[in-house]
C-alpha cells in the first residue's frame, strides 16, 4: 500500500489503495488437510450436502442390514429407550420346535447335522484309539508276574575311586538284606495275577532274533488292527452319510417321476392313505411309487402264460401251460404284379429252453389278442373281407391278409419278407402302446385315447407305396436325363439316419411318438439345373420341391405331370444359357427365354421347344422357324443316341 500526496489536502490517503491476490492465496482459501515433508500442501476435498447425506446412509446401512423398511416414527414412539430400533433376528437353533417334522432338511440344517456327526465320529475314533492303547498296555503289562522288567541299566560315566567303593558297599548291603528267608530251588517265584514283585530275579535275556521277530508280530498286529479300524471308521462314516442324504435323494427321485422326466410310461405316482389318523383341511397324503406291471396284457392273456413245472424227471415235458393254443399271427402282403410277402411264423427256439418256452407261449397268448383286435378292427372297415380263419383288407395297388397258423419250431433263424416281418412287428407295439394307454386311464383321465392297431400298419402301408410311385417317376426321369447326354443322379436322404435318430426309433417303439418321425427325402440332381426333391412321410402328404415353388400333392399319382412340366422348365433355362455362350457376341442378345410361350427365341424368328411326356420315354427337342416346324432331321430326340448339348453346337453354328 502506498500513501501519497500530502496528509493537509482534502483527497483520502486510500485512494490509490491496490490490492492483488495471487494463485497460492487463491488455493490458500481451501482447507488446510496436510503438509507434506517436502513443504508442499495438501487441501481437503471440497464436500458437498450431497456427500454428507451419502455417508450418512452408509452409516445407517451398515448399522441395520436389513434397511430401514421397517422403522416407523408410530413404533418408535412405541418402544421404549433401551431396546434396539430393530429387532434382532433369532437363532437358527430356536426355532427347531416350529419347523415341520414330516418337511425336507434345509441345507445349512444339514451342515450342521454333518458337522455334529463328523465331530461324534472323531470323538468315537479317539476313544476307540485310547482304548487300543491301553489294551496293548495290559497285554505287555500281563507278563509282569512272571517275568518282570529288567533293572535299569548303570551309567557308564566314569566314577571316581571313593564312589566306586561306596556303591560296591551299597550294592553288598543290598544283596544281604534282599536274600530270600525261604528255601528254594532258585526258580522265579510265583504270585497271584496283578501283584508286582521286586525280588531279584535274573531271568534268561532273549536273542536279538527273538526281540526282532516278537516286534515285527507287534507291528504287523498294530498295523492290521489299524487298518481294521479305520474300514470300520470308514464304513460307519459311509453309513451315516447314506443316511442324511436318503431322505432327500428318495424325495428328488419321487419328484422326477412324479414330473416325468424318467419314469414316464413306468410308473404310477398315487396318493398313499394314512390310516392311522385324519387328514386335516391343509394337509395331503404322501406319494408312493408303484411301478407298472412288466407285462402290460390284461389279466386274463397273463394267465395263459402261466407255466406249471412238473418235478417227474420221466415226463418228456416239463412244463404245462392252461390254454396254449400253438398258434401265431402271420401277414401276407401281395402288390399289384401277384408277387407275395409272408411274415415269419416260425421260431428260433429249442424245446430244452424252459425260458424260450415261457416267451413262445407269451407271444402265441399275445398273437391271440393281436388277431382278435385286428378282425374287430377290419370289421369296421368298408371293402374288407372275413371268413372263418382270416381277414383281409385292401389298400392301393397292395391286398394285406392276416391269418393265424400253427407255430414253427426251428434251429434256425426264421425267415420272411422283411416288410411283412415290419408290418407284423409294427401291429405288435401298435398292440402294446393300446394296452399301456389303457392301463394309463385306469388312475388318470386325461390324455388322448389309444388308437386302432392298423392305424400304424395302414401309415406304412401307405408310406411305402407312395415312397415306390416317388422312386419310379425320378428313376425314369434320370434315366432320360442320362440317355440325353445331361448329368442326373437321384439322392436318398433318410431322417432318422441323422442326428437324434436313435432317440426317434426309441420313441416310436416305446409309444412316446407317433410314425411322423418316419421319414424320406428323394432328390433329384441335374447338372446345370435346380433340381427338384420330393418329401415323404408316413403321418403327411408328400411335399414337392420344384425350381418355381413348394406344394403339397395329395395324389401321389400327379407326381409324374408336375416333375415333366418343371422339367420342361429347367431345360429351357439349361438349353437357353447354353446357347448364349456358344453364338457370336453380335447374336447374343436375340437369344432369350419366353416364358409365356415355353421357347427359347433365336435369330431369324426362330425358337426351340422342348416336350417330355409323362412316361419319361424320350426326351424330345424341337427347332420352329416362322411358327412351322423345320425339317425333322434338325430335331433333337435322346433315343437317337446323341446327346444334348452336341445338338445345340449344331443349332448355334446356324445361327
Known amino acids: 500500500m502506498d500513501f501519497t500526496g500530502d496528509p493537509e489536502s482534502t483527497q483520502s490517503p486510500f485512494g490509490p489503495l491496490k490490492v492483488a491476490l495471487e494463485s497460492r492465496t487463491l488455493e490458500s482459501a481451501k482447507k488446510l488437510k496436510n503438509i507434506e515433508q517436502d513443504g508442499s500442501f495438501t487441501f481437503a476435498e471440497e464436500r458437498t450436502e450431497a456427500d454428507d447425506l451419502n455417508e450418512t446412509l452408509a452409516r445407517i446401512w451398515t448399522e441395520y442390514p436389513e434397511g430401514l423398511l421397517d422403522l416407523t416414527e408410530a413404533n418408535l414412539e412405541k418402544k421404549p429407550l433401551d431396546e434396539p430400533a430393530v429387532d434382532e433376528e433369532p437363532e437358527d437353533g430356536m426355532d427347531v420346535d416350529s419347523k415341520d417334522p414330516a418337511g425336507l432338511m434345509k441345507w445349512e440344517d444339514m451342515v450342521k447335522l454333518r458337522e455334529s456327526v463328523g465331530m461324534q465320529l472323531n470323538n468315537a475314533r479317539n476313544e476307540l484309539w485310547f482304548i487300543l492303547e491301553l489294551a496293548k498296555t495290559l497285554a505287555a503289562s500281563s507278563s509282569f508276574p512272571s517275568n518282570p522288567p529288567a533293572p535299569p541299566v548303570e551309567s557308564t560315566v566314569t566314577l571316581s575311586s571313593s564312589k566306586k567303593a561306596t556303591k560296591v558297599k551299597q550294592a553288598a548291603k543290598t544283596e544281604e538284606s534282599t536274600t530270600p528267608s525261604v528255601p528254594g530251588n532258585g526258580d ?18 532273549p536273542t536279538h532274533l527273538e526281540i526282532i521277530r516278537d516286534m515285527e508280530l507287534a507291528l504287523a498286529a498294530k498295523q492290521s488292527t489299524l487298518e481294521q479300524c479305520e474300514k470300520l471308521i470308514d464304513s460307519a462314516v ?36 394314512d390310516f392311522s389318523k385324519i387328514l386335516g383341511i391343509t394337509e395331503s397324503a404322501r406319494d408312493v411309487v408303484i411301478p407298472y406291471a412288466i407285462d402290460e396284457a390284461p389279466a ?116 420272411g419278407h422283411p416288410i411283412a416281418n415290419l408290418l407284423l412287428q409294427s401291429c405288435r407295439i ?15 383321465q386325461a390324455g388322448s385315447r389309444p388308437s386302432s392297431v392298423l392305424t400304424s400298419v395302414l401309415q406304412v402301408v401307405r408310406f411305402m407305396d407312395t415312397e415306390q410311385k416317388a422312386r419310379n417317376v425320378l428313376t425314369r426321369t434320370c434315366r432320360m436325363l442320362n440317355r440325353s447326354g445331361t448329368e442326373a443322379k437321384v439322392v436318398e436322404r433318410n431322417d432318422l439316419a441323422h442326428l437324434n435318430g436313435g432317440q426317434r426309433v426309441n420313441q416310436l417303439l416305446q409309444g412316446d411318438s407317433d410314425y411322423s418321425c418316419i421319414g424320406n427325402v428323394l432328390t433329384l440332381d441335374i447338372s446345370g439345373c435346380l433340381g427338384m426333391s420330393v418329401t415323404l412321410s408316413a403321418t403327411a402328404p408328400l411335399q414337392v420341391t420344384t425350381s418355381q415353388a413348394t406344394f403339397p400333392l395329395v395324389d401321389v399319382n400327379d407326381l409324374a405331370d408336375v416333375i415333366a412340366e418343371d422339367l420342361v422348365h429347367q431345360l429351357l433355362i439349361l438349353i437357353e444359357s447354353a446357347l448364349r455362350r456358344k453364338v457370336v457376341a453380335e447374336h447374343r442378345s436375340s437369344v432369350f427365354l419366353d416364358v409365356l410361350e415355353g421357347a427359347v427365341v433365336l435369330p431369324a424368328n426362330r425358337a426351340i421347344h422342348v416336350s417330355v411326356s409323362p412316361t419319361f420315354d424320350a426326351l424330345r427337342v424341337t427347332l420352329s422357324e416362322d411358327s412351322a416346324v423345320v425339317e425333322s432331321a434338325s430335331d433333337f430326340d435322346s433315343d437317337t443316341g446323341k446327346t444334348l448339348f452336341s445338338w445345340l453346337d449344331t443349332v448355334a453354328a446356324k445361327v
Open 188 to 205: 522265579a517265584p510265583i504270585f497271584p495275577p496283578g501283584t508286582m514283585s521286586m525280588t531279584p530275579f535274573r531271568p534268561s535275556l
Open 238 to 273: 459311509d453309513e451315516f452319510n447314506k443316511q442324511a442324504s436318503a431322505s432327500q435323494t428318495f424325495w428328488r427321485d419321487i419328484r422326477q417321476l412324479k414330473d416325468g422326466t424318467d419314469g414316464r410310461g413306468q410308473w404310477a405316482i398315487v396318493p398313499k392313505p
Open 300 to 415: 386274463s392273456a397273463r394267465a395263459r402264460c402261466l407255466a406249471a413245472f412238473d418235478l417227474d424227471p420221466s415226463v418228456a415235458e416239463p412244463m404245462t401251460f392252461g390254454a396254449r393254443g400253438g398258434r401265431v399271427l402271420q401277414i401276407k402282403v401281395t402288390d399289384s404284379t401277384g408277387a407275395m410277402w409272408t411274415s415269419s411264423a416260425g421260431s428260433s427256439t429249442k424245446s430244452s429252453e424252459s425260458l424260450a418256452e415261457i416267451q413262445q407261449a407269451q407271444i402265441e397268448a399275445f398273437d391271440e389278442d393281436l388277431y382278435n383286435e385286428i378282425r374287430d378292427d377290419i370289421s369296421r372297415r368298408p371293402g374288407a373281407s372275413l371268413d372263418s380263419s382270416s381277414c383281409t383288407l385292401s389298400y392301393s395297388d397292395l391286398r394285406i391278409a392276416f391269418e393265424m397258423v400253427p407255430a414253427k419250431k426251428t434251429n434256425n433263424v426264421p425267415e
Open 430 to 444: 401298435s398292440l402294446l402302446n393300446i394296452l399301456r394307454l389303457r392301463k394309463r386311464r385306469l388312475t388318470s
